[in-house]
């Protein structure tokens, strides 16, 4: 059974750096496609960055440049380091995986963790 946690989330001042993490287990990250999401209060789940079974990278258009996806195969984690966070990047940051190549719907992914919020102060 998949299970997906996410972690790293919390208050960050404008301009400051967090680094997300997505513990898998039930499934191997270096064999799925991997992504990031993110919901803020009274708007819809949006694309932030992929990571594909061959380590390709995805990232929508608002964070290219500031945020990083990676992963750890051995810790069997996905990682979303974000940089020069601005105060329009709070959200609920959420991790998913799906079969295949990674997609910017959300409504592609099967898999979801509980999320993690962001916070960034003005």
């Given amino acids: 059974q998949v299970h997906l946690v996410e972690a790293g989330g919390g208050l ?16 191997s990250v270096s064999s799925y496609a991997m992504g990031w999401f993110r919901q803020a209060p009274g708007k819809e789940r949006e694309f932030v960055a992929a990571i594909s079974w061959s380590g390709s990278t995805f990232y929508d258009g608002f964070v290219k440049g500031r945020f990083i996806i990676s992963r750890d195969d051995v810790k069997n984690t996905v990682y979303l380091q974000m940089n020069s966070l601005k105060p329009e990047d709070t959200a609920v940051y959420y991790c998913a995986v799906r079969e295949g190549s990674p997609q910017a719907s959300s409504t592609s992914y099967p898999y979801w963790g509980q999320g993690t919020q962001v916070t960034v102060s003005s």
């Fill in 12 to 27: 960050v001042q404008t301009g400051g750096s967090l680094r997300l993490s997505c513990a898998a287990s039930g499934m």
